[in-house]
Structures are given as structure tokens and as C-alpha cells.
């Protein structure tokens, strides 16, 4: 049958359901291969948010315009729409991993909260002042790096090596 792919992305836009189910059988090998190399902490996530995707690119893929009258076309964007996806994910998954540090000193089981301030104002104090404005803001003021280099007057650059070198330093304390 020739140009399946396409008939069934037209299907789907027009809301038939079983469609997107054929699409989904279809291009479920593409869907495990980037699951399984994005390696998420708790394991169950990753197929689901790039099924989440695909089922975007499927609705919006702009089969109506002159490049889509073949299969391989349609095939080839969903491809390189889903591979984007993984990439924006598996960036996002590094950038999560690179900026968590574990603590054996569990400070949320403290009871007294006055001896969770004295910690934390404690190991704050060890940094830098640069660090520890960069620490506070990023973190306890939820801003983002170019936020911060703006206050600070430092390039967004300056602002990453100084708080991976204060998480580097909470490191060592723990």
C-alpha cells in the first residue's frame, strides 16, 4: 500500500484514534531505542514523554505541503522530530544529574528547624561571596543563570563555575 504512513497521519489529524495507535505499533522500535538511551533515574518515564511527543509531531506534521507526497518523507520527520526530543531530554537529564548532590546528613529529619538555619547558614558561610549570592539566588530565589549574572554583573559563564565550584564544596562537607 503506498504511502500508508501518510494516509494514517491524515487519519489522526482528522481524530481517528485507531490511526494513531497504527503510527504508534509502527514506530514503536524508534520509541525504545531513544527510551532505553536516555537512562532516566526511576526508570519508567522516558517512553512516555517521547510518546508525548510523537503524538505532537503526528498532529501538527504539515503533510498538506509540496515535500510530503511520500512515506519516507513523513517517516523522516517524525525520525528527526523524536531524536530532537531525546536530545532536549537527555540535556535536560544531564544537566539534572550534574547539579543534585546527596547529603548523609538528612537535614529535613532534624526537628529543631533553628539547627536547619545554623546548618545551612554554616555551610553557606564557607563559600565565596560570589558563590554564596550565586548559591542563594539560583536555588533559594529560584532565578535563572542570566538573571543572576545580570545582579552580579558576571557573564552567564561565571555564574555556572561558580556554583559548580560551591556544589563542589557542599560535596565535601557531606
Given at each position: 500500500?503506498?504511502?500508508?504512513?501518510?494516509?494514517?497521519?491524515?487519519?489522526?489529524?482528522?481524530?481517528?484514534?485507531?490511526?494513531?495507535?497504527?503510527?504508534?505499533?509502527?514506530?514503536?522500535?524508534?520509541?525504545?531505542?531513544?527510551s532505553r538511551m536516555l537512562?532516566?533515574?526511576?526508570?519508567?518515564?522516558?517512553?512516555?514523554?517521547?510518546?508525548?511527543?510523537?503524538?505532537?509531531?503526528?498532529?501538527?506534521?504539515?503533510?498538506?505541503?509540496?515535500?510530503?507526497?511520500?512515506?519516507?518523507?513523513?517517516?523522516?520527520?517524525?525520525?528527526?522530530?523524536?531524536?530532537?526530543?531525546?536530545?532536549?531530554?537527555?540535556?535536560?537529564?544531564?544537566?539534572?544529574?550534574?547539579?543534585?548532590?546527596?547529603c548523609e546528613y538528612d537535614?529535613?529529619?532534624?526537628?529543631?528547624?533553628?539547627?536547619?538555619?545554623?546548618?545551612?547558614?554554616?555551610?553557606?558561610?564557607n563559600l565565596s561571596d560570589?558563590?554564596?549570592?550565586?548559591?542563594?539566588?539560583?536555588?533559594?530565589?529560584?532565578?535563572?543563570?542570566?538573571?543572576?549574572?545580570?545582579?552580579?554583573?558576571?557573564?552567564?559563564?561565571?555564574?555556572?563555575?561558580?556554583?559548580?565550584?560551591?556544589?563542589?564544596?557542599?560535596?565535601?562537607?557531606?
Open positions: 500500500m503506498a504511502n500508508e504512513i501518510l494516509s494514517l497521519i491524515e487519519r489522526c489529524q482528522k481524530g481517528d484514534k485507531d490511526s494513531l495507535i497504527l503510527l504508534l505499533q509502527k514506530f514503536d522500535p524508534l520509541l525504545n531505542k531513544y537512562n532516566y533515574k526511576d526508570g519508567e518515564d522516558e517512553k512516555q514523554d517521547l510518546v508525548l511527543e510523537f503524538i505532537k509531531v503526528v498532529k501538527k506534521i504539515p503533510i498538506y505541503e509540496d515535500g510530503f507526497k511520500e512515506d519516507k518523507v513523513a517517516v523522516s520527520y517524525i525520525n528527526r522530530a523524536i531524536k530532537y526530543k531525546y536530545i532536549q531530554l537527555s540535556k535536560k537529564s544531564r544537566c539534572i544529574n550534574n547539579s543534585e548532590f546527596s537535614i529535613g529529619n532534624c526537628e529543631d528547624s533553628t539547627e536547619n538555619k545554623f546548618i545551612l547558614s554554616e555551610l553557606i558561610n560570589i558563590e554564596k549570592s550565586v548559591i542563594k539566588l539560583r536555588y533559594f530565589a529560584g532565578l535563572s543563570d542570566r538573571e543572576i549574572a545580570s545582579i552580579n554583573n558576571i557573564s552567564r559563564q561565571a555564574v555556572n563555575q561558580n556554583k559548580n565550584r560551591a556544589l563542589k564544596k557542599l560535596r565535601q562537607y557531606f
